[in-house]
Structures are given as C-alpha cells and as structure tokens.
C-alpha cells in the first residue's frame, strides 16, 4: 500500500477497512465492487484473485449459466460436484456469481434447481421470498462486497406463504404468532391481481415477483448504482414443482 493512501484515509475508506477486518474478506472482494480507492486499484490488481475465477463474469453470462444450470436440473444430468476441493478453494473467501432471494418451502433448493456448486449461489430465504430489510442488506453484500452480477427472485408453484396472504385478504382469516407479518408484506401483491382472470395463488405468486424485482431496482443506491454501471442484473422467476424449471418472468 502506497504511503499517500495510508496518510490520511477518509472517513469513508476508514469505514471501509473496519468493514473488511470485520468480513475477514481480502481486496480482491472490494475490488469487484468497485469500492477500492483509485491509487490503490493497480497494487489491489497485482495480488488480488478470486476464490472461484470462474465466477467472475458479467451479469448476461450469470444468467445464461444459471439458465444452462437449470436445464441440467430439469433434464436429470446436474453435474457431480468435488466438495472436498471445493471446500479447500474457499477458505479463503467467497464470490459467487448469483444471489438467490427465494422462498423458505423445503420443496424448493436453488443451489440444486441450478445445479450450483459450493460459493457459486449466495442464498437468501424467507416465506413468501419477498424483500425484508435483512434480506436487503444480505442482497447489499452480496453485490458491494462479493462482486455477484447476477439477483433472481425465485417463487414458486403452491406457496403457502402466497396461500396465507391471500386467504386473509379474502377471508379475514388471523392467523397465530407473527405469521400475520407475512400475509401482510404480500398482501399489496394479491391486491394487485385480486380481480384479475386465472388462477388467484398463481398470478399472486407472479406478481409478488414482478413487485420485488421491481422494489430491488430502486432499492438502495448500492444496487442502483451496479444496475447503472451494467455490473448487476435483477431478474425474477417461478420454480415449477413439478418439473423443477425455472420460468423467468421479469
């Protein structure tokens, strides 16, 4: 590290350095953010390599891999992964190459749905896979500081969590303990398609995806900005029980 960049750091650069200590992650995860100050970009370039350099594309490549991924899925031919290598790659960090906001249902298993290996899918789970403020910062993390191109917001067929919102804006039903709070973060969804033609629980399930897609989009200027620059795309998509495809909606 130069001396003009360790004389006198900003607050920001400061903040950032606590952060780092605090992550145990190296340079080379902010420096696929693009958090590095300028001077110290060219040392960072010369020492810094990812855990996994095959994770290190561009947002298009992420989602033709995680799409390929998903057929393999599909088809019955997901490839056999080495976990004990691949434990050994990652002690040393971690960069995968999508973040995963998905439901908790136990049917539903992204880092098999899209046939991923160990530090290629940082996963987020929530019943109902809508945006919370954890989850939000997790997404934060994962773009700022693990350099990930790619977030998919994953529902999927029969969600209980979509059939609890519904059946309490229909019905009034109460449900015990905080299971409220989760009829009630989906509730603007299934409003939304209330009166529509179809299948309630399905075109709720869409459009809880389409409005937390949308929500991520100008969520926070830490994605705002990634989105911006081309280094993050957001998509979304339902999981289909049956076949275990993927469908991309939004």
């Known amino acids: 590290m130069c001396e003009s960049c360790d004389a006198k750091p900003s607050t920001n650069t400061q903040d950032r350095r606590r952060f780092l200590r605090f992550a145990g992650l190296g340079a080379g995860a902010l420096l696929m953010a693009g958090m590095l100050p300028d001077k110290m970009l060219q040392a960072a370039e010369k020492t810094a390599a990812p855990p996994k350099p095959q994770n290190a594309i561009n947002p298009d490549q992420a989602l033709q891999r995680l799409i390929k991924g998903n057929g393999r899925y599909v088809s019955g031919n997901s490839k056999t992964h080495d976990f004990k290598d691949e434990r050994e790659a990652l002690v040393s960090g971690q960069n995968p190459f999508v973040a995963v906001l998905s439901c908790s249902d136990s049917r539903i298993a992204p880092e098999y749905a899209f046939d991923t290996a160990r530090g290629d899918l940082f996963a987020i789970r929530v019943a109902g896979n809508f945006v919370t403020e954890e989850g939000l910062a997790s997404l934060e993390y994962a773009v700022a500081v693990l350099g990930a191109p790619l977030i998919l917001v994953l529902g999927h067929e029969s969600c209980g969590a979509i059939e ?15 299971i409220p709070k989760l009829a009630d973060a989906l509730r603007p969804s299934i409003e939304t398609v209330l009166k529509q033609p179809g299948n309630l ?48 909606i939004a």
């Not at 830490?222 to 029980?241: E, F, M």
């Open 164 to 178: 609890a919102g519904i059946k309490a804006v229909k019905d009034h039903t109460v449900f015990p303990g905080r």
């Open 201 to 248: 629980l399905e075109n709720a399930t869409a459009q809880n995806v389409k409005d937390s897609v949308a929500s991520l989009k100008k969520a926070t200027p830490l994605l705002t900005d990634a989105l911006d620059k081309g280094r993050l795309k957001i998509v979304g998509g339902v999981y289909r029980l049956v076949t275990g495809k993927v469908e991309l």
